[in-house]
Every structure is written in C-alpha cells, then in structure tokens.
C-alpha cells in the first residue's frame, strides 16, 4: 500500500519543481511567483511545516537543486529571468553580523522575520531562459550544470568555497552541435521490450508553465508544425552518479526527441559519447551514424520534445538506467552500457557506448513533466499533466511494470487498481 499525504496552499501560484535534500528531511518546492519555500519534517509527527520562504528571483523559477551537504547548506535556483542564483543557509548570529549593504543582506520572509538563507552569487551568462539546474556528484567538486533555451550547456565549478562567491565557467557548449567522440562501424539497437504499449494519445499537452509562455508571445504566423515555439521545446540535465566514468552528463535540448551523453573532459572539449533517439528510423544512432536511415523516407513522425531525463544510481550494476518523460506522455527507461576495457578507446580516442530502451509507456497520455529514481535505482516515478505521480518497478525477470499511481482525486476504483498493481509488481 502507498502512502500519500497533501500539503494544501504550498504557493500563490503554479508548482514547478520540488527537491529533497540529501537526508531527505527537507525539500526546496519553487514556483511562478518567483519564490522559494524549504519545509522541514517533524520526524515525531510526521508534518511538513515552511522553515523559511523568500523572493529569490524576478521571474518564474524552474528548478531547485541541493548541493551535497560535505559543502554546507546550499541551494541552486533557476529562473526564466536568465540567471543562477546560489543560495546558503546561514545561522541566526551569522546573519545578524552581514552588513546591510552587503550583496548577501538576508531575505525577508512572509512572516516578517529574518530569512537564513543568503544569497551568495549570481550566474547571469545565459542567453535565454534557465531550464535545469543539477550540482555534480560531489566527488567532482562543487560544480553545477545548467541547461538554457539557448541550447547552452554550462558547467560552473566555485573556487571560494568559503564564500560562495566566485563561480568559474569552465565549460559552456551548444548541445545541439556537440561533437562526436567516436564514430562506430556498427552500433547495437535492441527494442523488443516488454512494456512497451501501443495505446494512441488524444493529444499531448503543452505543460502549464509552456502554456504560460503561449500566451505571452501570442499568435505566431506559419509555425508549420511541432517546434517552432519556445514553449514547444525541452531542457533537461542529470549527471551520471558513478565516479569511474569520470564527468558525464545527459542533457537534452529544444524539439529534436533526443537525449545526448556528454562526457566533460579538463583536457578536451565536451564530446558526445552517444545519443538516446527514440524515433522509428534512428532508434538509437550514435551522433553521425546513418547506418539505420531510410533512404528517401520523408514522413516521420515530428519528434516530440524530451522534457525531463534521471541517471539511476549505478548501485552495482554493469550497466546504466536513464529514464526520459517527453510531450508525447512517454516515460521511457534506457540501459546503457558503456564501453568494454578491451574496447575503451577506438583509433578516434573516443569510448563506445550502447543503449537500448528497457521500457516505454504511455499511461500519463499527456506530457511527463518530470521522472525521478529512488536512491537505489530501482523504482522510478513520473509525474504527468494527468494529474498523477506513476511508479515503475522492475520484475524478477527485468520487466518493468507499473506498480502503482497516485493521484490528489482518487476513486475506490483507483485505489483498488492502485493496490492491484503494486501486487503484481511485487
């Protein structure tokens, strides 16, 4: 049986992402009316409560991400006003020692009282607005990636971790014109899964926050299609989780459907290691592989954006799990190998990896606007503009399968199908 409970009124406006902290006691929710709220768990009661709220931005924000906590107590935030912001929790005496005309002077909060948190630095080198935002694996440092609608992947690594207030750019790249790190004769594809259904979709709906943006920019002449529309695209980031990789990333951007791994090196520019293309012709075709295209073949499908992307903790495994959500209503799992010790590094100086897609399903039947992993890597959860939070569990056999959905509006008959699913899961 699964749990759930509800926080009424969490902003004055509409929800767009939450994120739990390290331990899992707190959790950042930010929203369109431009601020940030961290809640705390009453471990004894089990209630979430706000521990502090603040203006944190000029525009509506779009992601929150935690910082492991070996660095302290921080925060990023992403905004459509084009800019980062790093955020610190500080105590109640080191905030009355800040000078008032200092650039990290506290927030006020709703309440009236002073808020801890301070704001540390401002990354304003994006030319459009900020999707994502993800501090790396903290074995790498305290680093961060930031993915905006200027296709610009940004990798920023803090050189004053006692201030917080210096962030170099180190890498900044158009993910869309990545190069390819090798070139493979021949590459694997294998889609028979399970999972996967069949079942057509009345239509895939813009999120709200896409919405939003529709009716600011008005009518536009001669879209032609899927695409043509900011709010039509996707920006997405996570980072692999494993240290013996080194620094690598999934990222995805604009309406081409696709995901790329991107491995960041200090001695060589980013490079795409292999690209996640869900479409019929390209399934999955490394960057600059036509092997698998069919001549002449001019009416596929429009790709659908790809909304959100998680890099499953490895947990022992041999090889990777990336779960994608698109605007097609797709929640797509991927295994991904990487490449064999005999087999690391081609004449190109690049590393081969494959994928396949484990599972695909389209039970949301709207947009997937966002899929997380458990930390074990082994339950995954959407969440859709259905209005429900779906999880996915793999069975003894490696089929994933639905395990159960939860909704803020459930019928009996909802729940009974809920428990049913969790059964069979099990």
């Known amino acids: 049986m699964i749990q759930t409970g509800l926080i009424q009124n969490v902003h004055d406006d509409l929800l767009t992402d939450v994120s739990y902290d390290f331990y899992g006691l707190h959790f950042a929710t930010c929203s369109l009316d431009q601020k940030i709220k961290i809640w705390s768990l009453d471990e004894s009661t089990g209630i979430w409560s706000v521990e502090d709220e603040w203006k944190a931005h000029d525009a509506a924000i779009s992601k929150v991400s935690w910082a492991h906590p070996e660095f302290g107590t921080i925060l990023a935030s992403a905004s459509f006003d084009r800019t980062v912001k790093i955020w610190e929790q500080m105590t109640y005496t080191a905030a009355a020692e800040l000078q008032p005309n200092t650039s990290s002077a506290t927030q006020q909060a709703s309440g009236g009282s002073s808020s801890r948190w301070s704001e540390r630095a401002a990354l304003v080198d ?72 069949n079942a057509t979709l009345d239509g895939a709906s813009a999120s709200l926050v896409a919405q939003a943006l529709q009716q600011s920019q008005g009518s536009l002449q001669g879209r032609g299609g899927l695409g043509n529309r900011e709010a039509d695209g996707g920006w997405c980031i996570s980072w692999c989780k494993e240290r013996y990789w080194g620094e690598v990333i999934a990222a995805g951007s604009g309406t081409s459907g696709t995901i790329k791994i991107v491995q960041i090196s200090p001695s060589r520019r980013p490079t795409t290691l292999l690209t996640l293309d869900p479409s019929p012709t390209g399934k999955l075709l490394a960057e600059g592989n036509t092997a698998g295209a069919v001549p002449g073949e001019s009416d596929a499908p429009t790709p659908y954006a790809v909304t959100t992307v998680a890099w499953a903790p490895s947990c022992g495994r041999s090889y990777h799990l990336i779960a994608t959500g698109s605007r097609d209503g797709h929640v797509r799992i991927w295994k991904v190998k990487p490449a064999e010790e005999n087999d690391m590094e081609d004449d190109s100086g690049g590393s081969k990896w494959t994928a396949s897609v484990a599972a695909d399903f389209d039970n949301h039947r709207s947009a997937v606007g966002r899929v997380e992993w458990n930390i074990t890597g082994t339950v995954l959860s959407s969440a859709g503009n259905d209005g429900r939070v779906r999880l996915w569990k793999a069975s003894i056999g490696g089929v994933w399968r639905s395990a159960g959905s939860i909704g803020v509006e459930q019928t009996e008959d909802e729940d009974a199908s809920m428990d049913e699913n969790a059964a069979a899961a099990d």
């Open 126 to 197: 994006a030319r459009g607005t900020v999707r994502a935002v993800e501090f790396a694996p903290h074995h790498f440092g305290l680093k961060l990636a930031t993915i905006s609608t200027d296709n610009h992947l940004r990798i920023y690594e803090c050189l004053e971790q006692s201030s917080l207030a210096t962030w170099q750019l180190s890498e900044e790249v158009d993910v869309t014109s990545l190069p390819v790190a090798s070139r493979p004769s021949s590459h694997s594809v294998a889609f028979g899964t399970p999972t996967h259904t």
